[in-house]
């Protein structure tokens, strides 16, 4: 993905840079299209060709201790503001290793804190004790991550 590290060390200051100057307050809870202002064409191309190619090993299942997700929902608690990271990450059977090599190496350079984590877990535990249902528990969620990111942007 990069000819060499002092490419690579470029394209991250320029992310960075972006990122301090347009999104730093919302982060890192950026929708689709910011996501991809942010990490740019070149990269969102690679992260576009990159696949599960075995869904049936489970792992992504198993391995999700977050409090924006539940086995009761069909996907990430928070989708339309899906963590920098978590856009980023993508596990070695997803693509070549050297790509996901370099990907790895965003994600670990662009992870970041969860926000509003504990309220999530009040609505993640209403949900699977059934105080809430699956479309007021992903509309809760989805509420919380935009009073968050309103409130950083005052
Ligand atoms: S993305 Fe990787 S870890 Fe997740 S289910 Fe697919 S093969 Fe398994
Ligand atoms: S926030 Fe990230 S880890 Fe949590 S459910 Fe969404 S995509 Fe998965």
């Not at 535990?125 to 005052?154: C, G, M, P, T, Y």
Request: net charge negative; charged share 35%.
């Amino acid at each position: 993905m990069f000819t060499d590290q002092m490419e690579k060390d470029s394209y991250v200051q320029q992310v960075w840079e972006k990122l301090q100057s347009k999104y730093i307050q919302v982060y890192p809870f950026l929708t689709e299209s910011e996501f991809r202002d942010l990490f740019g064409y070149r990269v969102i191309k690679v992260l576009e060709k990159l696949t599960c190619r075995n869904e049936a090993c489970g792992r992504c299942d198993l391995d999700i201790d977050c409090p924006y997700y539940s086995r009761m929902l069909d996907r990430c608690g928070i989708d339309p503001y899906k963590p920098v990271h978590c856009r980023l990450w993508h596990c070695y059977d997803c693509g070549p290793e050297e790509i996901i090599e370099d990907i790895r190496d965003l994600t670990g350079i662009f992870s970041d804190q969860l926000g509003p984590e504990m309220q999530a877990i009040v609505i993640k535990e209403e949900l699977e004790s059934e105080r809430l249902s699956k479309e007021e528990a992903e509309k809760q969620f989805r509420q919380l991550i935009e009073e968050f990111r309103n409130d950083a942007k005052v």
